[in-house]
C-alpha cells in the first residue's frame, strides 16, 4: 500500500472522505476566471477571450504531456 493509502487508513479515512476534501480543494470555475484575470492585471495584459482560450490550450497540452510521462 502507498505512503498515502496507508496514512489515510492510520487516520481512518475513507475514499468518500477524500474525495470530498479532493472536490473542496479544487478551485470552481468562477475562482479559476478571477485569478486568470488578476494574474493578467499583474502582468499588465487584458484578459480577453483570446487570453482565456490560449491559457486553455496551454493548460491541456499541459495535462496530456504529464499523461503521457504516466504511461
Known sequence: MS???SA???RGTTITELLEELAASQLTTAEQE???AEA??????EYTEQI?????AAGEKIRA?????VA
Open 40 to 45: 493578467a492585471r499583474e502582468l499588465g495584459v
Open 52 to 56: 482565456e482560450h490560449a491559457g486553455q
Open 65 to 69: 504531456h504529464q499523461g503521457s510521462a
Open 3 to 5: 505512503a498515502t493509502g
Open 8 to 10: 489515510s487508513a492510520e
Open 34 to 36: 478571477q485569478r486568470a
